[in-house]
Protein backbone atom coordinates (compact mmCIF):
# COMPACT_ATOMS: atom_id res chain seq x y z
CA UNK A 1 0.00 0.00 0.00
CA UNK A 2 1.51 3.37 -0.88
CA UNK A 3 1.94 5.95 1.48
CA UNK A 4 -0.63 8.04 -0.20
CA UNK A 5 -3.21 5.51 -0.05
CA UNK A 6 -2.51 4.69 3.67
CA UNK A 7 -3.00 8.51 4.82
CA UNK A 8 -6.28 8.61 2.60
CA UNK A 9 -6.99 5.56 4.43
CA UNK A 10 -6.41 6.52 8.27
CA UNK A 11 -7.92 9.97 7.62
CA UNK A 12 -11.18 8.68 6.85
CA UNK A 13 -11.06 6.36 9.41
CA UNK A 14 -10.58 8.77 11.93
CA UNK A 15 -13.82 10.75 10.11
CA UNK A 16 -16.16 7.59 11.50
CA UNK A 17 -13.56 7.17 14.76
CA UNK A 18 -12.48 3.64 13.71
CA UNK A 19 -9.24 2.46 14.89
CA UNK A 20 -8.41 0.04 12.18
CA UNK A 21 -10.59 -2.07 9.66
CA UNK A 22 -11.87 -5.54 10.95
CA UNK A 23 -10.44 -8.71 9.74
CA UNK A 24 -13.47 -8.77 6.90
CA UNK A 25 -13.15 -5.30 5.99
CA UNK A 26 -9.28 -5.85 5.63
CA UNK A 27 -9.42 -9.10 3.97
CA UNK A 28 -12.43 -7.32 1.10
CA UNK A 29 -9.83 -4.10 0.68
CA UNK A 30 -7.05 -6.41 -0.21
CA UNK A 31 -8.92 -8.41 -2.62
CA UNK A 32 -11.00 -5.39 -4.30
CA UNK A 33 -7.58 -3.50 -4.62
CA UNK A 34 -6.35 -6.31 -6.36
CA UNK A 35 -9.18 -5.41 -9.45
CA UNK A 36 -10.52 -9.09 -8.86
CA UNK A 37 -14.08 -9.67 -8.91
CA UNK A 38 -14.87 -10.44 -5.46
CA UNK A 39 -18.38 -12.10 -3.47
CA UNK A 40 -18.08 -10.56 -0.06
CA UNK A 41 -20.56 -12.25 2.30
CA UNK A 42 -21.31 -10.50 5.56
CA UNK A 43 -23.68 -10.02 8.14
CA UNK A 44 -25.72 -6.59 8.14
CA UNK A 45 -24.20 -4.29 9.89
CA UNK A 46 -20.47 -5.12 9.82
CA UNK A 47 -19.07 -2.75 7.58
CA UNK A 48 -19.22 -4.03 3.96
CA UNK A 49 -19.93 -0.35 2.77
CA UNK A 50 -16.46 1.41 4.20
CA UNK A 51 -15.17 -2.41 2.99
CA UNK A 52 -16.13 -1.65 -0.51
CA UNK A 53 -15.66 2.00 -0.42
CA UNK A 54 -12.46 2.32 0.49
CA UNK A 55 -10.07 0.78 -1.97
CA UNK A 56 -12.36 2.14 -4.40
CA UNK A 57 -11.80 6.29 -3.88
CA UNK A 58 -8.24 6.15 -4.41
CA UNK A 59 -8.94 4.66 -7.94
CA UNK A 60 -11.26 7.43 -9.11
CA UNK A 61 -9.71 9.78 -10.98
CA UNK A 62 -10.37 13.73 -10.39
CA UNK A 63 -9.98 14.89 -13.96
CA UNK A 64 -12.67 12.81 -15.06
CA UNK A 65 -16.36 14.33 -15.27
CA UNK A 66 -18.62 11.09 -15.69
CA UNK A 67 -19.33 8.29 -13.46
CA UNK A 68 -17.01 5.97 -12.66
CA UNK A 69 -18.16 3.79 -10.03
CA UNK A 70 -22.01 2.47 -10.41
CA UNK A 71 -23.65 1.15 -7.74
CA UNK A 72 -26.94 -1.12 -7.61
CA UNK A 73 -29.44 -1.44 -4.28
CA UNK A 74 -32.50 -3.16 -3.52
CA UNK A 75 -33.97 0.00 -1.87
CA UNK A 76 -34.17 3.60 -1.28
CA UNK A 77 -32.98 2.93 2.31
CA UNK A 78 -29.69 0.97 0.84
CA UNK A 79 -29.14 4.21 -1.67
CA UNK A 80 -29.63 6.57 0.92
CA UNK A 81 -27.24 4.53 3.49
CA UNK A 82 -24.66 4.73 1.15
CA UNK A 83 -24.77 7.67 -0.11
CA UNK A 84 -24.11 9.16 3.37
CA UNK A 85 -21.74 7.04 3.73
CA UNK A 86 -19.66 8.04 0.81
CA UNK A 87 -20.55 11.94 1.91
CA UNK A 88 -19.11 11.28 5.18
CA UNK A 89 -15.86 10.29 3.91
CA UNK A 90 -15.04 13.54 2.69
CA UNK A 91 -13.00 12.58 0.12
CA UNK A 92 -14.07 15.60 -2.63
CA UNK A 93 -15.55 13.48 -5.07
CA UNK A 94 -19.70 13.87 -5.62
CA UNK A 95 -21.96 11.01 -4.90
CA UNK A 96 -25.72 10.91 -6.17
CA UNK A 97 -28.40 8.10 -5.44
CA UNK A 98 -31.43 7.78 -7.43
CA UNK A 99 -34.23 5.64 -6.26
CA UNK A 100 -38.15 5.10 -6.84
CA UNK A 101 -40.28 7.72 -4.99
CA UNK A 102 -38.05 9.91 -5.80
CA UNK A 103 -39.14 13.06 -8.16
CA UNK A 104 -37.33 12.01 -11.69
CA UNK A 105 -36.70 15.95 -12.32
CA UNK A 106 -34.60 15.72 -9.16
CA UNK A 107 -32.42 13.17 -10.25
CA UNK A 108 -32.04 15.19 -14.09
CA UNK A 109 -31.00 18.17 -11.49
CA UNK A 110 -28.70 16.25 -9.73
CA UNK A 111 -26.96 14.53 -12.37
CA UNK A 112 -26.72 17.34 -14.61
CA UNK A 113 -22.78 17.38 -13.33
CA UNK A 114 -22.28 13.97 -12.93
CA UNK A 115 -20.76 12.10 -9.70
CA UNK A 116 -18.26 10.40 -9.44
CA UNK A 117 -19.97 7.41 -7.72
CA UNK A 118 -23.71 6.66 -8.72
CA UNK A 119 -25.98 5.00 -6.46
CA UNK A 120 -29.38 3.62 -6.85
CA UNK A 121 -32.04 1.04 -7.70
CA UNK A 122 -32.12 -1.00 -10.64
CA UNK A 123 -35.52 0.34 -11.83
CA UNK A 124 -34.51 4.20 -11.38
CA UNK A 125 -30.74 3.90 -12.92
CA UNK A 126 -32.32 1.96 -16.15
CA UNK A 127 -34.68 4.95 -16.53
CA UNK A 128 -32.26 7.31 -15.99
CA UNK A 129 -30.04 5.96 -18.54
CA UNK A 130 -32.67 5.72 -21.09
CA UNK A 131 -33.84 9.15 -20.61
CA UNK A 132 -30.68 11.26 -19.83
CA UNK A 133 -28.60 9.83 -22.54
CA UNK A 134 -26.00 9.74 -19.50
CA UNK A 135 -22.35 8.14 -20.80
CA UNK A 136 -21.46 4.71 -19.44
CA UNK A 137 -17.81 4.27 -21.20
CA UNK A 138 -16.07 5.47 -17.54
CA UNK A 139 -17.92 3.34 -15.26
CA UNK A 140 -14.97 0.91 -14.68
CA UNK A 141 -16.39 -0.63 -11.28
CA UNK A 142 -20.04 -1.96 -10.53
CA UNK A 143 -20.81 -2.97 -7.52
CA UNK A 144 -24.36 -4.81 -6.54
CA UNK A 145 -24.75 -4.58 -3.06
CA UNK A 146 -27.53 -7.12 -1.48
CA UNK A 147 -27.60 -7.99 -5.19
CA UNK A 148 -29.62 -11.61 -4.11
CA UNK A 149 -32.27 -9.12 -2.79
CA UNK A 150 -32.23 -6.85 -5.45
CA UNK A 151 -33.03 -10.13 -7.67
CA UNK A 152 -35.84 -11.26 -5.11
CA UNK A 153 -37.52 -7.45 -5.75
CA UNK A 154 -37.82 -8.38 -9.47
CA UNK A 155 -34.87 -6.51 -10.74
CA UNK A 156 -32.91 -8.87 -12.67
CA UNK A 157 -34.70 -7.73 -16.11
CA UNK A 158 -33.47 -4.04 -15.61
CA UNK A 159 -30.42 -5.72 -13.88
CA UNK A 160 -29.35 -7.03 -17.10
CA UNK A 161 -30.37 -4.44 -19.32
CA UNK A 162 -27.65 -1.93 -17.22
CA UNK A 163 -25.00 -4.61 -16.87
CA UNK A 164 -24.90 -5.53 -20.84
CA UNK A 165 -24.56 -1.75 -21.43
CA UNK A 166 -22.03 -0.77 -19.37
CA UNK A 167 -19.03 -1.83 -22.09
CA UNK A 168 -15.86 -1.37 -20.15
CA UNK A 169 -16.29 -2.29 -16.52
CA UNK A 170 -13.24 -4.33 -15.30
CA UNK A 171 -14.42 -4.93 -12.03
CA UNK A 172 -17.57 -6.68 -10.35
CA UNK A 173 -18.05 -6.58 -6.70
CA UNK A 174 -21.03 -8.34 -5.25
CA UNK A 175 -22.54 -8.35 -1.61
CA UNK A 176 -24.92 -10.45 0.51
CA UNK A 177 -25.59 -10.86 3.95
CA UNK A 178 -26.71 -14.59 3.24
CA UNK A 179 -24.25 -17.79 2.39
CA UNK A 180 -26.83 -19.57 -0.10
CA UNK A 181 -26.69 -17.20 -3.00
CA UNK A 182 -27.04 -18.34 -6.49
CA UNK A 183 -25.11 -15.72 -9.26
CA UNK A 184 -26.96 -15.58 -12.24
CA UNK A 185 -24.90 -15.42 -15.19
CA UNK A 186 -25.83 -12.14 -16.69
CA UNK A 187 -23.63 -10.71 -13.72
CA UNK A 188 -20.62 -12.17 -15.91
CA UNK A 189 -18.15 -12.40 -13.03
CA UNK A 190 -14.63 -13.65 -14.24
CA UNK A 191 -12.81 -15.85 -11.25
CA UNK A 192 -13.97 -13.87 -8.51
CA UNK A 193 -12.72 -14.31 -5.31
CA UNK A 194 -14.76 -15.22 -2.13
CA UNK A 195 -14.76 -13.73 0.96
CA UNK A 196 -17.36 -15.51 3.48
CA UNK A 197 -18.17 -14.47 6.61
CA UNK A 198 -21.80 -15.05 6.55
CA UNK A 199 -21.39 -18.31 8.49
Known amino acids: MSENIIN ?13 LNPMQEKAYKAIQSKSDVV ?4 TGTGKTLAFLLPLIDRLDRDCEEIQVLI ?3 SRELAQQIEQVALNMGTGFK ?7 RAGV ?12 LI ?9 IRRDGISLEHINTLILDEFDKSLETGFEKEMT ?17 TRQIH ?12 INYAD
Not at 110 to 116: M, N, W
Not at 183 to 194: E, G, N, S, W
Open 95 to 101: VNSVYGG
Open 40 to 43: LLSP
Open 106 to 117: QDKIDLRHRPAI
Open 8 to 20: TTESILNKFEIDA
Open 161 to 177: EIIEALPNVQQRILTSA
Open 72 to 74: LVP
Open 183 to 194: IPKFIRLQQPIH
Open 120 to 128: GTPGRVADR
